[in-house]
């Protein structure tokens, strides 16, 4: 034993820690609670019993997972009874606090909580699960003062207990340092604003879609995230993963912020020929590409944004951050966004990244020059040397995507579309080192709340799907915040001499419908209102295809909200915004709106409007004649599901519904 660890271990047996004994390396432990009593422990009320727990209590379901035989249990007296267990007081010697949790899940209630002078600085509850999971606090913060520990049993209700064990001081943490709640059983995933098809993390923030890739036939979704906060902060990359695009599961975080600053978006890829060199096995490594943010937290305070590799030889489970970060230096403001994708005919490594490039032509309020943002373009051999090859010439926001896609109906011919943050894009060509822009900017998404879209853009049979991000939407008293867009799949037609990006909810859509009904409406429909009858459920994908005649407006009314479509301008007008209705060219018309049974024999009729809306709990997406136009919305739902047609001005020459109701796609 080195004398530093002695004294360590020294002092806190002077602390009055019961069991304690320092372990291999330098871990120290506080406590196992493997003897016959709590030690120094001070015990109040009666949930705790006399003594540690040797195994499963009277009519409490089993319990595993704790180490040895003795853990900590508050459910002598089951959950009726309270109390708490306190520590005595420790000096934080190592970062991390390890330790073992299950039992109830009301925060601040059935917890364990570290205290500093009495104030709870951590707290961790159980997933209402009588297994205790390995959990984590980073203590960095505190290293040299004196905690406690308090298990706390507040709560006299169901669940109304906590086990807990097996303590450890570490320099490593067991778990990510954030205590993760895994989603206890339903209904978690069921409350009133949580959307049903549409990912959101299972609490707390998210934004950005981050490293869309496939490995097999597994989707990986990896995304910003708060993991401790509801607010965007303390940037880390969350993880899902999935075999449809619709129902995902989520995992541990990925990438967790570390001295260089946290973690901002990027993509991954897989190294298919190994030009990085990481990979172990027979597989090939993924390699994350990403921004570290520095100066956005206290461990990268004076840094700046740099770009960072990671890699994963286990299917993308564990990520092994790169020793030689960064890879890429600052060049201007807040360089970031990397989204990597390997471009065959050059046999290099491509990389757009967002640069902030400070104008002085341009000065600020202050006098400061304003920042211009470009998207400029790297390649790489290997992903870790990247030399600059070009600049896009105009104004692109944050989160640059470039993918390939074939233009339709001219078969063999592919342009390149790029796009930024705020979904803006252009159509063009690259050369493998710069992207030449053949169109205007075009706006990507006509609604209030869609950015930072991502691609999944290296799938079998060059199928591109894209997934942003609901900027912005409110969740009132919800545990989560943000979700993410339906995906769509992306193609592109000529309309009108122009080249459109089309988006098209993905099909596996129909993995979730639970009914499919079509109605005609009376023809002709005169003014007036239909109301559609029947239960509707709050999840469906309604389309809605009409010949005005002479209508003057046809509004459809859904979940308190109402699409209205002026003849007069021929547009469509909803929370505020306008809707193009672009003229169907004819490969959209190919795209089937009424899929079997009334799918490929039912023509559209000419010069039809056709509206497809995804409607989930807090979500509207409407998809104007086959994907032309879009427009996303997030709202707070008014009033029972109701849907209703209403017609002014005019007859309705003809009209259909049909809608499908969805189940959840978290059960
Ligand atoms: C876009 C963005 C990115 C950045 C990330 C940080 O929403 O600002 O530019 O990487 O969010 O969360």
Redesign the pocket.
């Known amino acids: 034993m080195t004398s530093t660890r002695f004294r360590t271990w020294a002092a806190l047996w002077a602390a009055g820690l019961g069991v304690m004994r320092a372990l291999a390396a330098e871990d120290v432990l506080l406590a196992d609670f493997e003897g016959a009593d709590f030690g120094g422990w001070t015990v109040h009320g009666t949930a705790f019993g006399e003594a540690p727990a040797r195994g499963t209590l009277p009519e409490q379901a089993a319990v595993g997972g704790f180490r040895g035989q003795g853990f900590v249990s508050s459910f002598h007296g089951r959950d009726r009874a309270t109390g708490r267990l306190v520590s005595p007081e420790f000096t934080v010697s190592r970062r991390y606090l390890n330790f073992l949790i299950g039992g109830g899940e009301e925060v601040g209630a059935t917890c364990v909580t570290v205290t500093v002078e009495g104030q709870p600085v951590r707290s961790a509850t159980g997933r209402e699960d009588e297994f205790l999971n390995q959990a984590t606090f980073d203590l960095g913060e505190f290293l040299g003062r004196t905690v406690r520990i308090e298990i706390v049993d507040g709560f006299a209700g169901s669940w109304g207990h906590i086990n807990a064990d097996h303590f450890v001081l570490s320099d490593a943490a067991a778990t990510p340092p954030f205590v993760q709640n895994p989603p206890p059983p339903p209904p978690y995933h069921d409350e009133p604003l949580r959307p049903q098809f549409h990912f959101t993390a299972h609490s707390n923030w998210l ?2 879609p981050n490293g869309l890739v496939r490995v097999g036939d597994q989707y990986h979704l990896f995304f ?1 995230h708060n993991p401790t906060g509801r607010e ?1 902060g303390n ?1 880390t990359w969350g993880h899902a993963v999935g075999t449809d695009l619709v129902r995902w599961k989520e995992l541990s975080p990925a990438l967790l912020p570390d001295p260089l600053g946290t973690m ?3 993509s991954v890829v897989v190294d298919a020929e190994n030009t990085a060199g990481f990979q172990t096995g027979k597989e090939p490594a993924l390699v994350a590409i990403y ?1 570290a ?1 520095g100066g956005t937290s206290e461990a990268s305070k004076g840094r700046r944004f740099t770009q960072c590799l990671a890699h994963s030889n286990d299917g993308g489970r564990t990520w092994i951050k790169y020793a030689g970060n960064p890879v890429m230096d600052a060049i201007g403001d807040d360089d ?2 990397p989204k990597a994708f390997w471009h065959a005919p050059t046999r290099r490594w491509v990389m757009p990244l ?1 640069v902030g490039v400070p104008d002085p032509s341009r000065p600020d309020a202050q006098g400061k020059p304003a920042i211009r943002h470009t998207c400029q373009f790297f390649t790489s051999p290997d992903l870790k040397q990247w030399a600059p090859s070009g600049v896009f010439p105009e104004e692109l926001s ?2 640059p995507g470039l993918v390939s896609l074939p233009l339709s109906p001219a078969p063999g011919t592919h342009l390149w579309v790029l796009w930024g ?1 705020d979904g803006a894009y252009w159509t063009g060509d690259f050369d493998g080192r710069s992207f030449t822009a053949k169109s205007g900017k075009r706006i990507g998404d006509y609604g209030t709340h869609f ?2 879209a991502q691609a999944w853009d290296a799938l079998p049979n060059g199928r591109v799907v894209l997934i942003g ?1 609901m ?1 912005g939407g409110k969740y009132p008293g919800m545990p989560f915040n943000q979700q993410m867009s339906f995906p769509v799949d992306l193609s592109l037609e000529r309309q009108s001499g122009e080249v459109v990006l089309v988006k098209w909810p993905v099909p596996e859509i129909r993995n979730l419908f639970t009914s499919v009904l079509r109605e005609d409406l009376p023809k002709p429909f005169p003014p007036g209102t239909h109301r559609v009858a029947g239960d509707l459920g709050d999840l469906l994908d309604l389309e809605l295809e009409f010949l005005p005649g002479s209508a003057r407006t046809v509004s459809l009314e859904v979940r308190g909200q109402t699409f209205r479509w002026d003849a007069a301008s021929a547009t469509a007008t909803a929370f505020g915004k306008s809707i193009p209705s672009p003229p169907v060219a004819a490969s959209a018309g190919r795209r089937s709106e009424f899929p079997p049974p009334w799918g490929p024999d039912l023509k559209p009729w000419d010069g039809s409007v056709r509206w497809r809306l995804l409607v989930d709990r807090t979500s509207l997406e409407l998809f104007v004649n086959g994907g032309l136009a879009t427009a996303s919305f997030c709202f707070l739902p008014e009033g029972p599901p109701a849907l209703s047609l209403t017609v002014e001005g005019g007859d309705l020459a003809h009209a259909r519904l049909v809608r499908r109701t969805l189940k959840s796609a978290w059960r």
Do not use: I, K, L
Request: charged share 25%; hydrophobic share 30%; aromatic share 24%.
């Open positions: 934004n950005d910003q965007w940037m901002f978006s990027g921004t943010a970031r966004d967002y944050e989160c943050g950015y930072a991000w900027r």
